[in-house]
């Protein structure tokens, strides 16, 4: 990854409207790792993440800048809410599977990675699978008793010289018309292998199939499925047999150790003003259970054990009731950056409606277009959809860009509701001020305080 920060806060702009200063701090820390690598060795030991603490209401962007910054550069990444954990002894998940949970979001992204590496050959041995399956038929589960696995006296029946020929000229034709896409409709029954049950060990799955040494024979189970279709599966089951699993787990380990980001939410929710007793008593025990994770420390997984010291940590809160500084000393330590968001404005939602390429905008656009309904929206919409925001925010709970999707769905509840006839011909429709303020509840208005005065 070398995308200097500069670089990274214009990706981000493509998706999130303003919070520059938050943006630079995370584009900073990403750029450090990137340096980080470039250090060394011996001194790259001793450099660890700054990790960054998030102030902000919520809506304004703060998970959002964690999942595009790990979009980015294709980093393992996972958000936990810090009222999930609660400290041993009381009901709730351990903290150490936020690491177990990290690490298996590494393996299916590496994995998928290998898969696509793969998938060419996959599919050529998919295709010989399939015209060989069509060809012969499905085999026959032939299993007896396990015993006989065991000392290798189960055998298969040899073909003779006479079937092998006609199962070879055979194989051709079909494979033939596999090309000129005759058969796609046509069904067969395939056998597709069951998993092995597994337990829950210490936070760990361990496969029954294991524990056993692979030595049972694989559980398998008929489906009755289209050409197409087995295509799929088949192409799936070789690509896995042509994955090399060990080098799966070592590089997803890698990545979770050195790129991985875990995002920490309502962090503000674990603070308490005083150490007095009952609920206080288990938001400060949450904290300490979260600040080994922080602090750096081992964890063992069904994969490996895997270190949390270079890993980024990024919390964020609100922090209404609660203050920064409710926090035991010794977590805000290992937060030493923190940003300030801030609420958003007219201005910010009339950006956030046309500026991002994912807008909401453009999202109900497309969506209606499906039904044959070309929407268009004025600039006078966009202002009056905004002020509606800022409005419904200020009468009730501030509740940032998330306003949006409310008053979309309001604004467009007839329209989406009715679309979609199929004798209804294809319109277009201008949503403009007026439309607006037509469609809208009164708490998307704007209050009028004189009455309020005596």
Known sequence: MELTPRQIVHELDRYIVGQDEAKKSVAIALRNRYRRSRVEESLREEISPKNILMVGPTGVGKTEIARRLARLVNAPFIKVEATKFTEVGYVGRDVESIIRDLTENAIRMVRREHEERVMPRAKVLAEDALADLLARGPRKNTAGNPLDYLLGRQKESAPSGEENTALARRKEDIRQQLLRGEIEENELE???EEEMPTLEVGGNSISLGDMMGNMMPRQTRTRHVKVRDARKILTEQEAAKLIDNDAVQEEAIRRTEQNGIVFIDEIDKIASSSSGHGPDVSREGVQRDILPIVEGCTVNTKYGAVKTDYMLFIAAGAFHVSKVSDLIPELQGRFPVHVQLQSLTKADFERILTEPENALTRQYKALLAVDRVMLEFDESAISAIAQAACN???????????????????????????????????????IDAKYVEDHLKEESKAVDLKKYIL
């Open 190 to 192: 395939i056998e597709v």
């Open 392 to 430: 419904a925010n200020d009468n009730e709970e501030d509740i940032g860009a998330r306003r949006l999707h409310a008053i979309f769905e309001e604004l467009l509840e007839d329209i989406s509701f009715n679309a979609g006839d199929e004798n209804m011909p294809p319109f277009s429709l201008t």
